[in-house]
């Protein structure tokens, strides 16, 4: 037999007119099985993509790849900033200030940390632009005020004008300061509670050089291999530095992440699994309903070969329309879930994402086309190979026998 004819029948034996038949109800529950297996990979893969893809590129754009932290009043010469600078590997690096504190503002008080930059910093410009406005920017240059997280500044009650109050050690004693609240920050990240961002030259004035820490921030090509970088600027420069890096603040939530994904995909990968194998019950009750028409066939010649490749096609077109159908259903929750979650947060005043738990205040998807046409494949891989014990089973028909008691 040719494989239009065997095509031919295992989609009339998978989806013909014998449907409703046991074994077609089975088929059916199969085909559903993949379509929810296949749908769930794609849509829950995607999501971990997209909180993958966020944390590198939102996240991780706001975050100082490394830091160099000298002691003391110790600061980078000309020719050495030059020099790092010089570095293929070096994005940007700009000074920077930094103080952990609480700020204070109409009876209510709030940890705080006090990014001070200057306003023409390459890290605000580049790494930075698509999250600060040129409103934001621009406010920052003018010098007279500062930009404070929008959820620090909801639980405090502060709206741009108003005046708050920073407070943070200097050494023995407390230094303070008032600053004018010139606008808020929304990154939809967990920075949106803690950060608040000012001019350097206004913090220095209103703190004094000796609040909080000074130091370099360095923006590098090399994200996932800081450490080694870090290592290699510091080997050109004089004792008194030390660096850190992001994996020291942020590191835990990328491990996290990543682990999630690879558990998440591995359980719905396990149901998908499941539900190919469903298929190995279809194929046997489809074989015990069929009992006479493979024996008539096989009294017309077929040869055992083709009973076999019919039985494994059947399995493989359960999968197709089963992976087909899913891959449909994962479309349409990649496409419609970040509206969707955004629509019950309006409808039921929920926070469903909150930034100060998660990393992210919404729900982001990422579909990746190389991994969905993965996911697909798999679906019809798995429900062949199912289909390949119930085919061997086939063989085992008798014609002779079959034929007596029709």
Not at 45 to 74: T, Y
Not at 160 to 183: E, I, K, N, R, Y
Not at 227 to 256: D, I, K
Request: charged letters at 15%.
């Amino acid at each position: 037999m040719n494989w239009a004819a065997l095509l031919l029948l295992a989609r009339r034996y998978a989806f013909g007119q014998r449907f409703h038949g046991m074994g077609g109800a089975v088929s059916l529950l199969s085909v559903i099985g993949l379509v929810l297996g296949t749908g769930l990979l794609i849509s829950v893969l995607s999501v971990m993509n997209g909180f993958d893809r966020e944390l590198r590129d939102r996240i991780l754009s706001m975050v100082p790849h490394i830091r160099l932290l000298p002691q003391g009043d110790l600061r980078l010469s000309a020719r050495e900033l030059e020099l790092l600078r010089a570095d293929p590997q070096v994005i940007s690096l700009d000074a920077y200030r930094e103080a952990n504190g609480l700020i204070r503002s109409r009876g209510e008080t709030a940890p705080v940390l006090l990014w001070a930059l200057q306003p023409d910093s390459s890290m605000l410009k580049q790494q930075w632009g698509n999250l600060i406005s040129a409103q934001q920017l621009a406010s920052l240059q003018a010098g007279g005020g500062v930009s404070l997280g929008s959820e620090l500044a909801r639980s405090l009650g502060v709206q741009p004008g108003d005046q708050v109050t920073f407070l943070t050690p200097d050494q023995s004693q407390l230094a303070f300061a008032s600053f004018a609240v010139s606008d808020l920050l929304h990154t939809g990240t967990e920075l949106d509670h803690q950060l608040m961002l000012a001019p350097l030259d206004l913090a220095e004035r209103s703190l004094g050089d000796n609040v909080g820490s000074y130091g370099y921030a360095i923006y590098s090509n090399r994200v996932f291999d800081a450490y080694s970088h870090a290592y290699q600027l510091l080997s050109g420069l004089p004792a008194g530095f030390r660096a850190s890096t992001w994996a020291a603040t942020h590191g835990n939530l990328f491990e996290a992440i990543q682990m999630s994904r690879y558990l998440v995909g591995l359980i719905v990968f396990l149901l998908l699994a499941i539900a190919a194998f469903n298929v190995i019950g279809s194929l046997m009750i489809s074989s015990a309903d069929r009992q006479a028409d493979i024996a008539i066939l096989m009294t017309m010649g077929a040869r055992r070969k083709d009973l076999l490749r019919i039985f494994t096609l059947q399995g493989g077109c359960i999968g197709a329309a089963g992976a087909l159908g899913g891959l449909l259903l994962g479309l349409l929750i990649c496409a419609g879930l970040t509206p969707f979650m955004g629509l019950l947060e309006g409808l039921f005043g929920l926070r469903i994402l909150n930034s100060n738990i998660y990393p992210l205040d919404y729900l982001p998807v990422d579909l990746r086309w190389p991994q969905v046409a993965g996911v697909t494949l798999l679906a019809v891989l798995l429900s062949t190979l199912g289909s390949l014990y119930p085919a061997w089973r086939v063989l085992s028909v008798d014609p002779a026998d079959t034929l007596r008691y029709e």
